[in-house]
């Protein structure tokens, strides 16, 4: 495995090797711990006999509380079950920086964050292997800058801003909503997102209904210009409104979200004169919706999406996609059987195809 990145990862992969020795370590202000996953998959594609594959370290690190107002957070993956890709993230294999920010608790309600943290939009895929479906480019986000989140009664609010979307220049790596944000592999480079302002405001109506509405907007670079002339260009622009509302009752949640999509990529010269990105606008439609029910150790859950394109010449109609699924807390980790089907997909530049895949999953974590 190619680390390079100098000593600081090589220390940390050091304290996460104790901590894999040492289960629920502290060291000097930080609690360590990790975990494994995998997955038995059985896919449309394939030959029918299924597989066993993906899997994955996970390292984690954070504060135990002895810094006063600073805190922070870092996960680690590696394997090839990251939720990643070699050809797009930073490290150019299979491990990635899931998250990893450092927190300043500003007063008892307001706390600020720096590094790579969760973009407060909407809200993130809760199934664990059939991922974001056709929220594609809007479920899990992770973005590297900077986070103002706070609350006060009823009403909690976020507004960040984010120079990226993961270390390092030429990234497009996003992690478990990887694959909806260009591409930066060796002569296929793309584009990638970044100075992305993002405000998100939720309130409690009523007890157990939220309303909440995020909009975010920012620039896409040109990395075929980057590659060409070593110079980023940030000609391209991109935009997302969300409005979502969460219903909770006992041991019962819903959630709905429905999101509209916009990014114009006619400005982005060098991509689109080597035809690697549309010339023109893309512009988009989702739907959202995820129920579950919590019984003792057992999780019963559906998640459902549609998408529908308005873009020039797309073709694609509504498309769909489903996926139910059970969990069941065993004690160290949790075992999963879900259910993928999906006439559709988004694409690298945010916008909707038509396909065929369905997909049967079993997954097994335990984290010590």
């Given at each position: 495995m190619r680390l390079g990145i100098g000593g600081r990862l090589k220390y940390r992969l050091f304290l996460g090797c104790v901590a894999l020795c040492l289960p629920g370590i502290s060291l000097a202000g930080a609690e360590l711990s990790a975990g494994v996953w995998w997955v038995y998959q059985n896919a449309s594609e394939g030959d029918g006999d299924?597989?066993?594959?993906d899997p994955a370290l996970i390292i984690y690190g954070s504060d135990d509380g002895s810094h006063g107002p600073w805190g922070f957070s870092a996960e680690m993956r590696i394997g090839t079950g990251s939720f990643s890709n070699a050809e797009t993230n930073n490290s150019g294999d299979?491990?990635?920086l899931h998250k990893a920010w450092i927190s300043y608790q500003l007063d008892e309600n307001?706390?600020?964050?720096?590094?790579?943290?969760?973009?407060?939009?909407?809200?993130?895929?809760?199934?664990?292997?059939?991922?974001?479906?056709?929220?594609?480019?809007?479920?899990?986000?992770?973005d590297v800058g900077l986070k103002l989140s706070g609350s006060a009664s009823n009403f909690s609010y976020d507004v960040a801003y984010y120079t990226q979307d993961d270390w390092g220049k030429t990234s497009t790596d996003t992690v478990d909503d990887n694959g909806h944000w260009g591409s930066s592999a060796n002569g296929a480079e793309t584009y990638r997102k970044g100075e992305t302002l993002v405000l998100n405001a939720d309130m409690e109506v009523a007890d157990g209904h939220t309303i909440g509405a995020s909009l975010q907007a920012g620039k896409l670079e040109d990395?075929?210009?980057?590659?060409?002339?070593?110079?980023?260009?940030?000609?391209?622009d991109h935009q997302a409104a969300d409005l979502h509302y969460y219903y909770t009752q006992g041991n019962f949640n819903f959630k709905y979200r429905y999101i509209d999509v916009q990014r114009d990529f006619s400005d982005l010269a060098t991509c689109v004169a080597a035809t690697l990105c549309p010339d023109g606008e893309i512009e988009n439609q989702r739907h959202a919706i995820h129920l579950d029910y919590k019984m003792n150790k057992w999780l019963y859950y559906l998640e459902a999406t549609t998408a529908s394109s308005d873009t020039d010449g797309n073709s694609a109609g509504t498309v769909k996609a489903f996926a139910p699924g059970v969990s069941y807390q065993y004690g160290p980790g949790w075992l999963y059987l879900e259910y993928l089907w999906q006439d559709g997909f988004i694409d690298s530049f945010g916008d909707v195809g038509e396909g065929d895949f369905r997909a049967m999953y079993i997954s097994f974590d335990f984290y010590f």
């Amino acid at each position: 495995m190619r680390l390079g990145i100098g000593g600081r990862l090589k220390y940390r992969l050091f304290l996460g090797c104790v901590a894999l020795c040492l289960p629920g370590i502290s060291l000097a202000g930080a609690e360590l711990s990790a975990g494994v996953w995998w997955v038995y998959q059985n896919a449309s594609e394939g030959d029918g006999d299924g597989e066993f594959a993906d899997p994955a370290l996970i390292i984690y690190g954070s504060d135990d509380g002895s810094h006063g107002p600073w805190g922070f957070s870092a996960e680690m993956r590696i394997g090839t079950g990251s939720f990643s890709n070699a050809e797009t993230n930073n490290s150019g294999d299979n491990f990635t920086l899931h998250k990893a920010w450092i927190s300043y608790q500003l007063d008892e309600n307001n706390q600020v964050k720096v590094g790579k943290s969760q973009v407060p939009f909407g809200w993130k895929t809760s199934n664990f292997w059939p991922g974001d479906m056709l929220q594609g480019g809007y479920g899990d986000q992770m973005d590297v800058g900077l986070k103002l989140s706070g609350s006060a009664s009823n009403f909690s609010y976020d507004v960040a801003y984010y120079t990226q979307d993961d270390w390092g220049k030429t990234s497009t790596d996003t992690v478990d909503d990887n694959g909806h944000w260009g591409s930066s592999a060796n002569g296929a480079e793309t584009y990638r997102k970044g100075e992305t302002l993002v405000l998100n405001a939720d309130m409690e109506v009523a007890d157990g209904h939220t309303i909440g509405a995020s909009l975010q907007a920012g620039k896409l670079e040109d990395l075929a210009a980057f590659t060409a002339n070593g110079k980023a260009r940030d000609d391209g622009d991109h935009q997302a409104a969300d409005l979502h509302y969460y219903y909770t009752q006992g041991n019962f949640n819903f959630k709905y979200r429905y999101i509209d999509v916009q990014r114009d990529f006619s400005d982005l010269a060098t991509c689109v004169a080597a035809t690697l990105c549309p010339d023109g606008e893309i512009e988009n439609q989702r739907h959202a919706i995820h129920l579950d029910y919590k019984m003792n150790k057992w999780l019963y859950y559906l998640e459902a999406t549609t998408a529908s394109s308005d873009t020039d010449g797309n073709s694609a109609g509504t498309v769909k996609a489903f996926a139910p699924g059970v969990s069941y807390q065993y004690g160290p980790g949790w075992l999963y059987l879900e259910y993928l089907w999906q006439d559709g997909f988004i694409d690298s530049f945010g916008d909707v195809g038509e396909g065929d895949f369905r997909a049967m999953y079993i997954s097994f974590d335990f984290y010590f």
